[in-house]
């Protein structure tokens, strides 16, 4: 009998008729003897609709910390009918706002991180073998002020009371069956994976994988949360997000999945003085545009002259080559090019830390394939490289192969 | 400088259109020097919304703790709606849920009464100029779960929030712009009173005049909150509802207004022996039938026999007459006679107390104007008749005149 947290997102609960199904699908897991800690989201469309209200009172800019009473709502609403759920299906059950399990964060409002939560409340419950239903996203600051944790926070909300529960699992449950070794939209032979590394995850959700908010993985591994991916709509065991240690390293494949990012578009400040304070000089003044750079790379030329090459969104393409070409002179640059029709395609797997010769088998296989590289990027965990955006899906295929990712049933057909 | 608790209903926060005009006015209000507490309820429909999701999970009867949790959420949207109408406004405020202020009340999901309120913030808030908006209808038990006050419950809130802080009024923003001596649909001479006794609104709210909730009437007096009922929606100065101690009382007119109900239904058991328990033996059973009896009339006959007569809401009556038709043998009556076209009239004051020769005024009124009286029935400060539903209005504007309750202006016209 263990103690699990399981977590349902604004669509898994976004009718009467869904909140029903979630409700007998806990069913089943009590009948297995599991004790159950349950995590919803606003029912989908609710907090649209609830921000609309405030854009209407404030249209420039809420108030943070009454957004954060407004939005709150969205959750209450969703516990109180999942908890009717359970009981008229004859199962014990009693729901929580964050502010009644004292879910206590910062008092930075729509944005708030955990600072503690007091778990008697619900240890109480669970001994008297109720369910218990806690509303994710939201908590109380010290003031007793409501709060919001932005963005991805029910997830960081299941999260963290896994952690002071210390249950033996935290379940997300999204509209996803897992996590994939790349999209199966673009490689039909993707396989779901069983486990993957926090790391992993880590790198496969910065690129672009988005099955759970990286908030959400960072504090799984900080506190050994183990996490698990799963569909509400289908049944399965989804993936198992683990930090594994060396020992069991020592059994991962080399590379675990292949990512990408489609909305990256290049840009190069061409013959340009190599001296220190070059790489400010130029991002210096993007990030007060409030543009987020990716990868950067710089060469280093023969002539004391360099290139400077870096990604930024798609979205902020214009924008920076027109603030650059009017400062060309000022940077001393002999040109600035750029490029907004190409892709980001990334190697993930912590087997590449152990082993020696992971870039080769990535180049030789895009080589084959025909597939030029404009920019390489290494961590220890992943590699990426630049390609045109039309190579794409022939990129994935070929990684995908190269290191034998495919599922091998689906491969034999 | 006073201290006002002004309370809006759902009406007058129903769409963000109206929450900017209630902003509009409070700012009005604290140009006037005045602090001010503002309750408010679930924007008008929310709660209707909410119950049917509840309905559609729960179908028989919704769990009462969890039912409490959903609706408390229409409040709270509300509190953080207008709050932001303020800040965009440039006026200093914070909104809190019931629970954040301490509003504590006993356990009685969706009819909590209030046991205690901690006014500490909501002082410190005020001495910091700022306004306060709390939510009303909620309010939060020993054991921190989220309890409901029932119909007409933010009245209460506002009422007991007033007595805690010791305001200066409680102002109780409806869509009627006060009190009236009579229905202005029926008498159109009807007039605003400036003033009216607790115990003189009670009866008229009893009575059919329904403009306050009577629990939050009942609960003004017994902390002796003046209470004022102003309209949300014209300018004015509504009806001042006050305990009168025996100084003003002599003051006051001998009858302060005309109440009546249109609802009623008449039953008369005739010819049942006159003997201990007859009462009993009629009205338990139909208690048991869960209807409501209202006006309880017995006459003494000449022959040990007597007529038992009561009224009921109409909507009971067949109900009420086939079950004592079928019982007649039993309580050994001669026959069972009914009447579903009376209505109840009835003058209220607390002059009456101190003054004879009311009642012969009104029914020499009455019977100036040919109404018959099928029903009489007294209290301290009402006298109530009965009489057939088409002399109506004929007899609320006898008694108006006979009163001198009418609008001298109107009247002059």
């Given at each position: 009998m263990a103690l699990l947290v399981k977590k349902f997102g604004g669509t898994s609960v976004g009718t009467t008729e869904r909140i029903k199904a979630v409700a007998d699908q806990l069913v089943a897991a009590r009948q297995e003897g599991h004790d159950l800690v349950v995590v919803v989201s606003a029912m989908s469309g609710e907090t649209n609709r609830l921000v609309a209200l405030a854009d209407d009172i404030m249209p420039d800019a809420a108030d943070p910390r009454e957004l954060d009473v407004l939005l709150s709502t969205g959750e209450q609403v969703t516990i109180a009918l999942l908890t009717m759920a359970l009981l008229s299906r004859g199962v014990p059950a009693k729901s929580y706002t964050g502010g009644q399990v004292r879910i206590l964060t910062d008092s930075s409002h729509s944005k708030a991180r955990i600072v503690e939560i007091d778990q008697q409340k619900i240890q109480n419950d669970l001994s008297k073998g109720r369910v218990v239903v806690v509303a994710g996203f939201q908590g109380l600051d010290a003031e007793g002020d409501i709060t919001t944790l932005g963005r991805g926070g029910s997830d960081t909300s299941a999260v963290a009371l896994a952690a002071a529960l210390q249950a033996q699992e935290c379940q997300i449950y999204t509209d996803v069956d897992g996590v994939y070794t790349t999209d199966p939209r673009v490689e039909p032979r993707a396989r779901r994976m069983e486990k993957i590394t926090f790391e992993e995850m880590l790198e496969m959700a910065s690129l672009?994988?988005?099955?759970?908010q990286i908030r959400a993985v960072e504090f799984a591994g900080k506190y050994s949360v183990p996490l698990r991916v799963l569909s509400s709509f289908k049944p399965g065991n989804g993936t198992l997000i683990t930090y594994d240690d060396e020992g069991t390293e020592m059994e991962q494949a080399l590379v675990s999945g292949i990512a990408f990012h489609r909305d990256e578009a290049q840009i190069t400040v061409c013959g340009?003085?190599?001296?220190?304070?070059t790489a400010f000089s130029i991002l210096g003044p993007i990030a007060d545009l409030n543009v987020e750079v990716d990868m950067i790379v710089q060469n280093v030329g023969a002539d004391d002259l360099t290139d400077f090459t870096f990604t930024v969104n798609r979205a902020d393409y214009a924008k920076v080559m027109s603030f650059l070409e009017e400062r060309k002179d000022e940077l001393g640059a002999a040109s600035i090019i750029g490029n907004n029709r190409i892709n980001k395609l990334s190697i993930v797997g912590v087997g590449m830390r152990s082993h020696a010769g992971i870039a080769s088998i990535m180049f030789h296989a895009l080589s084959e394939a025909g597939v030029n590289l404009r920019m390489i990027s290494t961590s220890e965990i992943k590699i990426s490289v630049v390609i045109d955006e039309k190579y794409l899906e022939l990129g994935v295929r070929a990684l995908h192969e190269a290191f034998e990712l495919g599922d091998d049933e689906v491969e034999g057909d």
């Open positions: 672009g994988s988005k099955v759970l340009i003085p190599d001296q220190p304070g």
